[in-house]
């Protein structure tokens, strides 16, 4: 039975870090992975996403260059490493694989995690 089990969201002041981390089980192929966010009152927002073989990732405008997504294969793990955290970057963090593409949109990703939540003070 496929799963994605997210960990790692928390309470951290604005400036901090945090590393969120997705076990996936029951795939053996590398799929497309991605991280979406929902904040209070907002749509799902899709913020990170990587290729099967690691080679491509991408990223929304509003987490370049701050947030790095990456997959350890051997681990069956994808992590999500958020730094210069903001107030508005607190929200409801979801893992999420597809079999279709890596466009940040929920209709290319057919598997979700439960999420965890992120919370940024200012």
């Given at each position: 039975?496929?799963?994605l089990?997210?960990?790692g969201?928390g309470?951290v002041q604005?400036?901090?870090?945090l590393?969120?981390?997705?076990?996936?089980?029951?795939v053996?192929?590398?799929?497309?992975?991605?991280?979406?966010?929902?904040?209070?009152?907002?749509?799902?927002e899709?913020?990170?996403?990587?290729?099967?073989?690691?080679?491509r990732t991408?990223?929304?405008?509003?987490?370049k260059?701050?947030?790095?997504?990456s997959?350890?294969?051997?681990?069956?793990?994808?992590?999500l490493?958020?730094?210069?955290?903001?107030?508005?970057?607190t929200?409801?963090?979801?893992?999420?694989?597809?079999?279709?593409?890596?466009?940040?949109?929920t209709?290319?990703f057919?598997f979700?995690?439960?999420?965890t939540?992120v919370t940024?003070?200012?």
């Amino acid at each position: 039975q496929f799963q994605l089990a997210e960990s790692g969201g928390g309470s951290v002041q604005a400036g901090g870090s945090l590393r969120l981390s997705c076990v996936v089980s029951g795939v053996s192929d590398p799929i497309y992975m991605a991280w979406f966010r929902q904040g209070p009152g907002k749509e799902r927002e899709g913020i990170a996403s990587i290729s099967p073989n690691n080679a491509r990732t991408q990223y929304a405008d509003s987490v370049k260059g701050r947030f790095t997504i990456s997959r350890d294969t051997s681990k069956n793990t994808v992590y999500l490493q958020m730094n210069s955290l903001r107030p508005e970057d607190t929200a409801q963090y979801y893992c999420a694989a597809g079999l279709t593409g890596m466009a940040l949109v929920t209709g290319n990703f057919q598997f979700w995690g439960q999420g965890t939540q992120v919370t940024v003070s200012s």
